[in-house]
């Protein structure tokens, strides 16, 4: 299998690190998972020695090569999972993705995601993205549900994108989050960038941050929870999520953003939510064979609606 072979000689300061976090600072391309499963494959050498440990420990000075393999392609498969489609015609069809299930394929998810279901209820899709994400165009974060768009063909598939890409495709999202906001109306314009420590988190922090603004306007409050909508201008991994934990304002059940794991309000006390309140509650764009502007939307789910209606919200327009 084709790969590169990276070469480092450890500082005397890495005395006492461990091996796959040595290398992840040096690798910042490669995901800790991918290090740790060349590491367990024999693709390490410390000292012309095959290291299989991610958790060895360097005493500083010693000679590491790692043969970075490429990873197999990943191609999804169909699969039997229910949908809920919103819209569908010739070119794309809009779906009502529940919390819970991933978009598309990847290192370490190969069934059981969105992919798989759109391929066995539609066969063929846009092949644009890849056989990996066949259809789509955009993606939505595993706990967040809601209006998702789905290309049935490159035509359509491209003229979609440059949508997004030229920011012409309208979002609206509902979120709950915890504490009351300043203002009603405000648009947070702060860099999103990978988090260097917790690679599974973004953050506000880094300078070299890629641009990245959120539009919010307050909908309702009760207690110490604000309901609103966002519209986000931009796509950033986790936009909203990071936009509002900066603010110390985190969406109700995300915890990876610092949400409390206990909600409490009129001396209640229950567990948070297990997804967090994010809903994409509509898309406006404009279909890509007709140029006709198409709105769709999908009402927010059961599960969210009953923790409004718990917390003393009416429930959103």
């Excluded at 000689?9 to 006492?16: D, H, L, R, T």
């Excluded at 509902?174 to 109306?185: F, S």
């Excluded at 985190?250 to 794991?261: C, I, N, Q």
């Amino acid at each position: 299998m084709p790969g590169r072979l990276a070469k480092f000689a450890a500082p005397a300061e890495a005395c006492g690190h461990r091996l796959d976090h040595f290398l992840a600072a040096q690798l910042p391309d490669l995901s800790r998972t991918r290090l740790q499963q060349l590491i367990r494959q024999g693709q390490a050498t410390v000292d012309a020695q095959v290291v299989r440990r991610p958790a060895a420990r360097l005493r500083g000075g010693e000679r590491i090569e790692l043969n970075v393999l490429e990873p197999p392609p990943l191609e999804a498969a169909p699969e039997d999972i229910a949908l809920r489609v919103l819209y569908e015609d010739d070119d794309l069809a809009v779906i009502d993705k529940p919390a819970g299930l991933v978009v598309h394929v990847g290192a370490g998810v190969r069934r059981g995601t969105l992919v798989n279901a759109l391929l066995h209820r539609f066969g063929r899709l846009s092949s644009a993205g890849g056989p990996a994400r066949p259809g789509i165009v955009h993606r939505l974060d595993k706990p967040t549900s809601g209006v998702l768009l789905v290309a049935k063909n490159d035509a359509a598939h491209r003229h979609l994108a440059e949508q997004f890409r030229w920011r012409e495709v309208e979002k609206r999202y509902v979120a709950l989050v915890h504490g009351r906001l300043p203002r009603a109306h405000d648009v947070i314009r702060l860099p999103v960038a990978r988090d260097l420590v917790r690679r599974t988190r973004m953050t506000t922090r880094r300078r070299l941050g890629r641009e990245a603004a959120t539009e919010y306007r307050v909908l309702e409050t009760a207690g110490s929870f604000t309901l609103l909508e966002a519209f986000p201008y931009t796509g950033r991994t986790h936009q909203v999520r990071v936009h509002f934990s900066s603010l110390g304002h985190p969406l109700v059940g995300d915890t990876l953003y610092g949400a409390p794991r206990l909600l409490r309000w009129n001396n209640r006390s229950q567990p948070t939510l297990d997804r967090i309140f994010l809903h994409a509650q509509r898309l406006r764009f404009r279909h890509p064979r007709t140029g006709e502007p198409l709105e769709v939307s999908a009402p927010l789910p059961a599960e969210l609606e009953a923790l409004l209606r718990h917390l003393g919200f009416k429930s959103p327009k």
